[in-house]
């Protein structure tokens, strides 16, 4: 991987796109004037189809009370017809959701990332990232870390300060990152997966981007590397395989734990949903139509759910697994242990998102244009 050496201040971010790609970034954006996103509220054990600015609330069971007339709590306009892919992400600490965009059409288009405040939506600050922001951000040591994806080119990765917005730094890579940047706080340590053309897992200093080791992933190319974004749990990495294998590596140096096969489409297409590690499971979802739950220490498969293509990452919280599917377009809670499904919700359009819990509430993006909350 060519330079690599960080860069740092906030002046450096918009030297990685040209006048003319802004200029067309402020054309799209003004041309979309008044869309937007919305997020739809729905109470505990409730589902709702929502059209518009209205909801109409359903009792999933028989013995749930019903209730109606359920109002959005607030909803944020961006001015911006560029969809929302990725995760939103919350920081409760702080009271921020801050969410990615993606110019899409165009590769060369750059894309905003906001921060709204988590209780009333008003934007607290933005900023145009140099390519697309297909993965969610992270936060630690109160840093957002982003990483940006534009097919096979180079890019860059970005620590930002998330209360101001200022950029800390920024380190030029070989490829996209199209998942989730992990950070390990107790060893001061953002991982990310690179590809296209690089295909490797690259460990960075968190406070000062400097690289501490890569590893590059063994039978994989550029149209079969991990897709994922990276997982860190009890000093080991995961992540997910376009080559149809999940991986577990040693958070020290990156070398390989074992290897897992999961399966991908009959077409070949792999697989980009982010594993979740819990109580000794490692549950990744794969473009096969099946939820894997994998044991962590051998690598094992342990069972598999038909359910649908899954391209968000699921997350598990008391003992339940969530997720969504693109196609089946819904939001599923699972058991992790009997795989039985507790509920599920329609939503009205593809969902590439991963959905979140925070504070006793699940909140799932879809392409509908709207981010819905649940309340667990």
């Given at each position: 991987?060519?330079?690599?050496?960080?860069?740092?201040?906030?002046?450096?971010?918009?030297?990685?796109?040209?006048?003319?790609?802004?200029?067309?970034?402020?054309?799209?954006?003004?041309?979309?004037?008044?869309?937007?996103?919305?997020?739809?509220?729905?109470?505990?054990?409730?589902?709702?189809?929502?059209?518009?600015?209205?909801?109409?609330?359903?009792?999933?069971?028989?013995?749930?009370?019903?209730?109606?007339?359920?109002?959005?709590?607030?909803?944020?306009?961006?001015?911006?017809?560029?969809?929302?892919?990725?995760?939103?992400?919350?920081?409760?600490?702080?009271?921020?959701?801050?969410?990615?965009?993606?110019?899409?059409?165009?590769?060369?288009?750059?894309?905003?990332?906001?921060?709204?405040?988590?209780?009333?939506?008003?934007?607290?600050?933005?900023?145009?990232?140099?390519?697309?922001?297909?993965?969610?951000?992270?936060?630690?040591?109160?840093?957002?870390?982003?990483?940006?994806?534009?097919?096979?080119?180079?890019?860059?990765?970005?620590?930002?300060?998330?209360?101001?917005?200022?950029?800390?730094?920024?380190?030029?890579?070989?490829?996209?990152?199209?998942?989730?940047?992990?950070?390990?706080t107790s060893t001061?340590?953002?991982?990310?997966?690179?590809?296209?053309?690089?295909?490797?897992?690259v460990a960075f200093?968190?406070?000062?981007?400097?690289?501490?080791?890569?590893?590059?992933?063994?039978?994989?190319?550029?149209?079969?590397?991990?897709?994922?974004?990276?997982?860190?749990?009890?000093?080991?990495?995961?992540?997910?395989?376009?080559?149809?294998?999940?991986?577990?590596?040693?958070?020290?140096?990156?070398?390989?734990?074992?290897?897992?096969?999961?399966?991908?489409?009959?077409?070949?297409?792999?697989?980009?949903?982010?594993?979740?590690?819990?109580?000794?499971?490692?549950?990744?979802?794969?473009?096969?139509?099946?939820?894997?739950?994998?044991?962590?220490?051998?690598?094992?498969?342990?069972?598999?759910?038909?359910?649908?293509?899954?391209?968000?990452?699921?997350?598990?919280?008391?003992?339940?697994?969530?997720?969504?599917?693109?196609?089946?377009?819904?939001?599923?809670?699972?058991?992790?242990?009997?795989?039985?499904?507790?509920?599920?919700?329609?939503?009205?359009?593809?969902?590439?998102?991963?959905?979140?819990?925070?504070?006793?509430?699940?909140?799932?993006?879809?392409?509908d244009g709207k981010?819905?909350?649940?309340?667990?």
């Amino acid at each position: 991987m060519k330079d690599i050496s960080p860069t740092r201040g906030a002046s450096q971010v918009s030297q990685t796109f040209s006048k003319k790609q802004w200029a067309i970034a402020l054309a799209i954006m003004i041309l979309a004037f008044l869309l937007g996103a919305m997020l739809v509220v729905i109470p505990r054990n409730f589902s709702a189809h929502a059209a518009g600015a209205s909801i109409t609330l359903v009792p999933k069971k028989a013995n749930y009370k019903k209730q109606s007339g359920i109002a959005v709590k607030w909803s944020f306009n961006s001015n911006s017809s560029f969809p929302n892919f990725s995760a939103p992400l919350v920081d409760p600490v702080n009271n921020l959701v801050f969410f990615g965009t993606i110019g899409y059409q165009s590769t060369g288009i750059p894309s905003p990332l906001y921060a709204l405040d988590a209780q009333t939506g008003a934007l607290k600050w933005s900023m145009i990232m140099a390519w697309n922001v297909y993965g969610p951000p992270t936060v630690a040591l109160k840093t957002l870390y982003v990483g940006v994806a534009r097919g096979a080119n180079p890019t860059q990765i970005y620590a930002i300060d998330e209360i101001t917005g200022k950029l800390d730094w920024q380190n030029p890579i070989n490829g996209s990152i199209w998942g989730a940047i992990a950070v390990d706080t107790s060893t001061n340590t953002a991982i990310a997966f690179i590809s296209n053309p690089a295909s490797m897992v690259v460990a960075f200093d968190a406070t000062l981007g400097i690289v501490k080791w890569q590893s590059p992933i063994a039978g994989s190319s550029s149209s079969s590397q991990a897709g994922s974004g990276i997982a860190i749990a009890n000093g080991s990495v995961y992540f997910n395989g376009k080559n149809g294998y999940l991986y577990k590596l040693k958070e020290s140096d990156g070398s390989s734990v074992w290897t897992a096969y999961v399966g991908v489409q009959p077409t070949g297409q792999g697989n980009i949903a982010s594993p979740a590690i819990a109580n000794g499971v490692v549950y990744a979802g794969a473009m096969d139509n099946n939820l894997n739950a994998v044991d962590d220490s051998t690598g094992a498969l342990l069972w598999k759910k038909n359910i649908g293509l899954i391209y968000g990452s699921p997350v598990v919280a008391n003992g339940v697994v969530y997720l969504a599917t693109l196609g089946g377009k819904r939001i599923y809670a699972i058991n992790a242990t009997s795989k039985a499904i507790l509920f599920n919700y329609l939503t009205g359009g593809l969902i590439y998102s991963s959905p979140i819990v925070v504070n006793g509430w699940l909140y799932c993006g879809s392409t509908d244009g709207k981010m819905y909350a649940f309340s667990l």
